[in-house]
C-alpha cells in the first residue's frame, strides 16, 4: 500500500495539463455517457410499464425480466446525482434506499391496506411517499412473500409503479434533452456551472459518489461488523442480485472514468487496471447476496473487493482529479 501511494503521489504531482480542453471533455461526457445512458433508461421503462400492462402477475418472468432490465438502466446512470434527477427528489422516487427504518414495507402495507385509490392516477400516485415508489419498492411487490401474492389491488400498484417508473425516467430524459445538458455545454456567470472546471468538477463528483456508494452502502452495509455481519442489508437480496448490482455499476463507473481519462494516459492506464481488477474480483465472487459475509472466509472476499473498488476511489483523487484541475465536491448524499 505504501509503494501504491507513493505511486498515486507522484502522479498527482507531475500531471501534465490536459491536451483537451475541458469544455471538450464535458462534450464527450455528455454525449457519449449522460444522454446515451438516460435515454437507454428512458427506454427500459418504457418497456417495464408495457410488461406490467401486459401481465402485472408477480411471478411473471416477463415482467421480472423487464423490471431487472430497467434497474439495470437506472443504476447506469444513479450516479449522475445532479440536476433533472434531483428535480422533485426524482432520484429517490425512483431509488428509496437505503431504508434502515423498513419505511418501503410500512409504505406499501399501508396502500394495500387501504386499497387507496392513487394507484389509479398517474398524478395522484406521484403524491404518494417516494419509500413506496421505485425500483425497492417494486421488487417488494414481485419477490417478497409478504406482497407478492396476484390481487386485484397488487395488479393495480405493479402498474402504476411501473407507469410511475416510466414518467420519472421520461422526464429525467426530457429535462436533460431539453436544457441541463446546454447549461453544461455553456457554462457562464450568470448560470449554474460558472466555467467548464465547475462541469467537469460536478462530473467528478459524481465518479467519485459512485465508487463510494459501493465501497459504503452495497457492500459496508451487509458486511456490518466482523461480530455482527448484516447479509440481509444487502441492496436488492430479495431478488438476488446485490452483487450484480455492483458489477452494472462498476461498468457505468468505469465509462466515465476512461472519458474523463481519455486525455491523460497515465491516470487512464492506472484506473483501467484498477477497474480491471475489481471486475475479476467480482467475477470470482460468486456470492450473489453477499450471504457469505457470515463466514470468516466469505467476509473476506468480499472485504478484498470493497478494497478494491476503494483503490479506484482513491485513484480519481490522486491522479485524475489534479489532471483535470478538480476536486470531489458536495454532493445529495452529503450529511446523510
Not at 437505503?98 to 387507496?116: E, H, N, Q, S, V
Not at 485524475?320 to 458536495?330: M, N, R, T, W, Y
Request: glycine share 6%; aromatic share 8%.
Amino acid at each position: 500500500m505504501i509503494r501504491r501511494s507513493v505511486l498515486a503521489l507522484a502522479l498527482a504531482l507531475c500531471a501534465a495539463p490536459l491536451a483537451a480542453a475541458p469544455a471538450d471533455i464535458a462534450e464527450a461526457v455528455i454525449d457519449r455517457h449522460v444522454l446515451p445512458g438516460f435515454a437507454r433508461f428512458e427506454a427500459a421503462a418504457a418497456d417495464l410499464e408495457t410488461a406490467a400492462e401486459a401481465d402485472c402477475d408477480p411471478g411473471s418472468e416477463t415482467l421480472r425480466t423487464a423490471w431487472g432490465a430497467a434497474f439495470d438502466a437506472w443504476l447506469g446512470v444513479s450516479h449522475l446525482r445532479l440536476g433533472p434527477t434531483e428535480t422533485d427528489n426524482r432520484a429517490f422516487a425512483l431509488a428509496f434506499w437505503p431504508d434502515p427504518r423498513g419505511m418501503t414495507p410500512k409504505a406499501l402495507a399501508g396502500l394495500i391496506a387501504d386499497a387507496d385509490p392513487m394507484v389509479d392516477s398517474e398524478a395522484g400516485f406521484a403524491t404518494v411517499s417516494v419509500a413506496a415508489r421505485g425500483f425497492y419498492a417494486l421488487e417488494y411487490l414481485l419477490y417478497d412473500p409478504q406482497f407478492a401474492a396476484p390481487t386485484p389491488y397488487g395488479c393495480a400498484l405493479i402498474r402504476a409503479e411501473a407507469r410511475d417508473i416510466h414518467a420519472l425516467a421520461a422526464a429525467i430524459l426530457a429535462d436533460w434533452q431539453g436544457g441541463h445538458a446546454d447549461l453544461m455545454r455553456h457554462p457562464g456567470p450568470e448560470a449554474p456551472y460558472k466555467d467548464e472546471r465547475e462541469v467537469l468538477k460536478a462530473f467528478f463528483t459524481a465518479l467519485h459518489e459512485g465508487l463510494q456508494v459501493d465501497v459504503d452502502l452495497r457492500l459496508g452495509r451487509p458486511l456490518g461488523t466482523f461480530e455482527r455481519p448484516r447479509p440481509t442489508r444487502a441492496e436488492s437480496w430479495r431478488s438476488g442480485r446485490s452483487l450484480h448490482n455492483v458489477t452494472v455499476t462498476l461498468a457505468a463507473l468505469r465509462e466515465l472514468a476512461m472519458l474523463m481519462a481519455a486525455e491523460d494516459p497515465a491516470s487512464a492506464a492506472a484506473l483501467s487496471a484498477d477497474f480491471d481488477r475489481a471486475d475479476r474480483l467480482a467475477a470470482d465472487l460468486d456470492d450473489p447476496v453477499f450471504a457469505g459475509v457470515a463466514t470468516p472466509q466469505g467476509r473476506l472476499r468480499v472485504e478484498i473487493l470493497q478494497q478494491a473498488i476503494h483503490e479506484i476511489a482513491e485513484e480519481t483523487r490522486a491522479s485524475l482529479g489534479p489532471a483535470l484541475g478538480v476536486a470531489a465536491g458536495f454532493n445529495s448524499r452529503d450529511g446523510d
